[in-house]
């Protein structure tokens, strides 16, 4: 019984280890196929900062390596966020085997709606936020000042901003997890809203310039997509319920 279990557990752990191989491979494989127009991507990322500088304004590097490591970095990073299809299909892969049926259909549509909702966060970010904020800081300081933005600088700030806009509009997909999961309920969620609400305007007012309408356009959002959690947790709790009662 004892090797049974042994020899069970290290199937797992070899099917892990596969799993994570070919991850890992996917994101080598897109990186491979991609790096050669690293200074290209870098260049489309960059372009809602450079439309906003003076014409006779650049970015620079302050860094001898920076204009080598920035676009491959970028390249990377862009690379991981493509394979995060292919990532989580090998996770879901892992688990789906310990699953019910009716727990497979319900998680199914939940992991098909986290990958559009993550790459809808960074395309709102890029093309509504962003040239918001870059507006914002560009238009400000002293007018004898000359801006040159460094190509590092700005790269982290970007990659920053993608993933915060990715993971906070992942807000209905963990509402309709916490729900089903038993962890907390609408009704309860419902009663919070006031504090959700307050909440959301703070995380909001780190994220974003010192202005109303750039608040509010991260706030008003999520605040959405808290709503629309609510009213998916509903169909999500109303089966388990229905099959307890049973």
Known sequence: MVEEVKSGFVAYLIELRDRLIKSLLSILVIFIAIVYFSNDIYAFVAQPLV?????TATMIATDVTAPFFAPFKLTLFVALFASIPWILHQIWGFIA???????????????ASSIILFYGGIAFCYFVVLPIILGFFTSTGPEMMTLAPDISSYLGFVLKLFFAFGVAFEIPVAIMLLCWSGATTTKSLKEKRPYIVVGVFVVAMFLTPPDVLSQTLLAFPMLLLFEL???????YTAKPQKESEE
């Not at 439309?51 to 014409?55: D, E, K, N």
């Open 229 to 235: 959690g609510l009213i998916l947790a509903k169909f």
């Open 51 to 55: 439309s906003h500088l003076p014409s």
């Open 97 to 111: 085997p310990g699953l019910y049926q009716h727990e497979k259909k319900m998680l199914m549509p939940i992991l």
